[in-house]
């Protein structure tokens, strides 16, 4: 898979989830409305039980006013009964992305710590600078970057244990362009 179909993808994948319209992701895709109409059908079509999580997602909001994570971190959202549509459809799209979003957010916490634990119990000095999404980065002397890129994939994959497993990939270079 090439770079450019794997951000396609993920375009599609987490605008569907979170609710995207024919219009939107024709936009975000550079295709025409009728190919990402069939796009989102086939999606569903395929993931049946993306819809109904989706749906019993906003229901538990509307009884709660709030979701959570898989973690119990909870994102409270009182205009789930808005009467202004507009006001009431962003609630429901936050009630379906705050899980999502909100335990992968999570997880990466999970790691983040068992990195950093491990990385000073070994006395080694690189250090993690910088997180974004679902990415972390760091500063590594060349003599240890075997050892800290084992270390980092190690507890990504291993932070959480789902039903699906978790993979994580390292890149190495001189800066974050680089190691894309």
């Avoid at 295709?31 to 109409?37: I, Q, W």
Wanted: glycine share 4%; with cysteine.
């Amino acid at each position: 898979m090439t770079k450019d179909q794997r951000r396609k993808a993920k375009t599609a994948n987490f605008g569907i989830l979170y609710g995207i319209s024919a219009f939107g992701l024709s936009q975000q895709l550079d295709c025409s409305r009728t190919e990402a109409k069939q796009l989102i059908d086939d999606y569903f079509a395929a993931f049946p039980k993306i819809q109904s999580f989706i749906e019993a997602q906003k229901q538990f909001a509307r009884e709660h006013l709030y979701v959570e994570t898989l973690f119990g971190r909870k994102r409270y959202l009182p205009d789930i009964v808005s009467h202004n549509a507009t006001v009431r459809a962003f609630a429901e799209r936050n009630a379906v992305n705050a899980p999502v979003q909100g335990t992968a957010a999570d997880i990466i916490k999970i790691a983040m710590v068992a990195i950093h634990r491990e990385l000073k119990q070994r006395g080694l000095k690189a250090q993690m600078i910088m997180q974004v999404h679902d990415e972390l980065n760091f500063n590594v002397p060349v003599d240890e970057v075997e050892q800290v890129r084992r270390i980092v994939v190690e507890n990504m994959q291993n932070a959480v244990h789902l039903s699906v497993p978790l993979i994580a990939e390292c890149g190495i270079g001189d800066n974050w362009l680089e190691a894309h």
